[in-house]
């Protein structure tokens, strides 16, 4: 499969989960920028420079950077893969940015999945989100197999609970959300590439729902 994928969704969807089982099992990369500007900071870059003070204070990297990272990785990349983008574009201006940038390859976005959960269970899941401050795995303290006073079952880290997915908190970042990447959807369905996927159920069901519909 060589196509040009965008997962998108409000957070708590679990859009980043879906990707990542997507892209193995279609054998597609997987490029998230959340993940990019992580590893940038690791290895103390030049744009993890950059980034770093907007991460810190929690703001969200600046349309320029990102949209400049994300293009200079696809072409890092090559013509001969396809690639899902997880978290990217984010609002109309990274959408637009996205799709001039392609054209000018001769290539455009083939589809966009939308994973779409009923706000109610969004403040949930968040609510109940903790990461693993090594591998950034998620997991949830409402979960018998992964109890967040225990450490990560992958490596061993310690889990924590980020600031922004504290119960008082979420309905602002849900508020956000649909203000700025939502009408992205109409953005999209207008050009008849928008796929929406039910995004309540088992993790591996809706992984075969997003798989149904690409095919």
């Known amino acids: ?23 193995a099992e279609a054998k597609l990369e997987h490029l998230a920028p959340g993940d990019l500007f992580r590893q940038a900071v ?59 940038a392609l054209e000018k390859k001769n290539k455009a976005i083939d589809r966009v999945v939308y994973i779409s959960v009923e706000q109610p269970e969004l403040v949930r899941r968040l609510s109940s989100r903790w990461l693993c401050r090594e591998c950034q795995s998620p997991y949830s303290s409402e979960s018998a197999e992964n109890p967040h006073l225990e450490g990560c079952p992958g490596c061993g880290g310690e889990l924590y609970q980020r600031a ?30 928008l796929i929406e996927i039910e995004g309540e159920g088992a993790v591996v069901e809706i992984t075969g729902r997003i798989i149904k519909a690409l095919e």
């Open 1 to 23: 499969m060589k196509m040009y994928i965008i997962f998108m969704g409000p957070p708590g969807a679990g859009k980043g989960t879906q990707a990542e089982r997507v892209a």
């Open 42 to 100: 690791k290895q103390q870059s030049l744009l993890g420079s950059e980034v770093q003070s907007f991460m810190e204070k929690g703001e969200l990297v600046p349309d320029e950077i990102t949209i400049r990272v994300i293009l200079e990785k696809l072409d890092d990349i090559g013509e001969e893969t396809g690639v899902i983008l997880d978290g990217f574009p984010r609002n109309y201006n990274q959408a637009v940015a996205l799709d001039e």
């Open 164 to 193: 922004d997915d504290k119960p008082e908190t979420v309905a602002r970042r849900l508020e956000v959300y649909f203000k700025e990447t939502a009408p992205l959807i109409e953005y999209y369905r207008k050009q008849n590439k």
